[in-house]
C-alpha cells in the first residue's frame, strides 16, 4: 500500500486561508487499547440463522433470514463458573443499520464492511440465491466477523449504541434513530461536488482514493479468475468420475484383472466427489478476499468525507475573502471589480454615509464572525487528518496481516488439493500393479 504512505507536501502556499490540514505526524488515536476492547471483555458469536416469514412496513408478506446473536460477557467469570448466554435475533437489515450509524457517527473511522447481501463472483455451480443455506451460512460467518471487527477497534467498541445491539433487542431502531444520525449524512451528489471542485487537496488522501480503486480492481479481477478456475476444476474432477464407472464396468468381464480395477475405480470416484468440498472451502477464502473489495469502500468514504471538509473550508475562506473585498470597498469608496451593485451605484447614485456606515458595520460583524468560523473549520479539519490517518495506519497493519494470511492458507489448499491428486493416482497405480 505505498500510494496510501506518501507524506504530505508542507511548502505548498495557503490559499485564502483554507490550506489543506495536512503535514503533521499522525497522532495517537484515542480510543481503547486491545485490553480494554470489547472483544476482550465479551464473547461474541453468530450462532445461527433462521428463514423467517412476516410483513414489512407495507404490510406486504416477506421472507428473510434473522441472525442470533450470542453474548457472552468474559470478566464476570469466576473459577469454575462460565457467565450465562444472552441472545437475541438481528435481521441483516439491523446490521446495516449499525454500519450506517458507525460511518456518519465516525467519518475519520475505516469502518468494516458487512458481508454481501446477494452472491456475486461466483462459479456457476454455486447457488446466488441469498437464501440458499451454503450462502446464509457463509453470510452468517461474516456477520460474525463484522461485530468482531467492530469490538475489536479502539474506538468503535466502545459505542453505545453498538454495545445495545449485542444486549437489547426491542426499542434498538428508536434508539438509533433517535441520535439523528441520517441528518449528519452527507449527500452524494455534495461529496461528488466536492471532489471536482476543491482546489487544495491532501495528496496523501488523493492517493489513498487511487489506491482504494486499484485494490477493489485488482481483488474483483483476482475473484473473477478464481471462479473460473473453480468451474474448470469442478469439470476436471468430475470427469474423474467417468474412469471410476469405466474401470467398473471393465471389472466385470474380467477375472483376472476384476478387483484391481474395481479398486481403482473406487479411488477415482471418492476423488470426484470431494470436490465438493474442496470448493465450498475455497469460498471461505473467496470471502476473506471480498472482504478488503468492500473495505476498499470504506477507505473511499473517508478520502471522501475529507474532500467535503476541505471544500466546505475554502468555500468559508472564499467567503471571507469576499466579504473583506466588499467591506475595503465600502470604506475607500472604489470597486475593484465588476459587480452588479457597482453598476446600480452607477445608474442610481452613490450611498449616503451613514447607509455606507451601517452596511460596512454589518460587514465587520459577518468578517469576525466568518473568521472564528474558518478558524474552527481549520482545526475541526486538522483533527479529522489526525484521527482519519491513525485509523488508516492501523488498517494498513490489519490489512497486511489478513491478506498475507489468506493467500498463505489458500496456497496450502492447493497444494494439499494437489497431494491428493497425486495419491489418487498412486494408490491407482499400485492396484494396477496388483492386477
Known sequence: ??????????????????????????????????????????????SEAEKRTGRNAMNMQETYTAYLIETRVVESQSEGQCAPVDSL??????????????????????????PEKRADFVWHKLSADNMDPDFVERRRIGLENFLLRVASHPVLCQDKIFYSFLTQEGGWKEM?????????????????????????????FTEL???????????????????????????VYKVHGNYGRVFSEWSAIEKEMGDGLQ??????????????????????????LKEYLFYAEALRAVCRKHELMQYDLEMAAQDL????????????????????????????GQETPEQREAKIKVLEEQIQEGEEQLKSKNL??????????????????????????????????QISMCKKGI??????????SKM
Open 263 to 288: 479398486s481403482a475405480g473406487h479411488h477415482m470416484d471418492v476423488y470426484a466427489a470431494s470436490i465438493d468440498d474442496i470448493l465450498e472451502e475455497e469460498e471461505h477464502y473467496a470471502d476473506q
Open 89 to 114: 435475533w438481528r435481521r441483516y437489515s439491523e446490521f446495516e443499520l449499525l454500519r450506517n450509524y458507525l460511518s456518519v457517527t465516525y467519518p475519520h473511522i475505516v469502518v468494516p464492511p458487512l
Open 176 to 204: 438509533v434513530n433517535e441520535t439523528g444520525f441520517q441528518l449528519k449524512a452527507d449527500s452524494r451528489l455534495k461529496a461528488l461536488n466536492a471532489t471536482f471542485r476543491v482546489k487544495n487537496p491532501d495528496k496523501r
Open 1 to 46: 500500500m505505498e500510494s496510501a504512505e506518501a507524506e504530505p507536501s508542507d511548502s505548498r502556499p495557503e490559499e485564502d486561508g483554507a490550506a489543506p490540514c495536512s503535514g503533521l505526524p499522525p497522532p495517537e488515536q484515542p480510543g481503547a487499547t486491545m485490553e480494554e476492547c470489547l472483544a476482550k471483555k465479551m464473547e461474541i458469536t453468530v
Open 321 to 348: 475573502t469576499s466579504k473583506k473585498q466588499q467591506c475595503e470597498e465600502l470604506a475607500t469608496g472604489t470597486v475593484r471589480t465588476f459587480s452588479l451593485k457597482g453598476m446600480t451605484s452607477k445608474l442610481f
Open 209 to 235: 482514493k487511487h489506491y482504494s480503486d486499484e485494490l477493489q480492481s485488482v481483488i474483483s479481477h483476482l475473484l473473477r479468475v478464481r471462479a473460473r478456475v473453480a468451474d474448470r476444476l469442478y469439470g
Open 423 to 432: 495419491q489418487v493416482w498412486t494408490n491407482a497405480k499400485e492396484c494396477f
Open 380 to 413: 475541526e479539519g486538522r483533527d479529522f487528518v489526525k484521527s482519519a490517518w491513525a485509523d488508516i495506519e492501523r488498517f494498513k497493519e490489519q490489512k497486511n496481516h489478513d491478506l498475507k494470511e489468506a493467500l498463505i492458507s489458500y496456497a496450502v489448499m
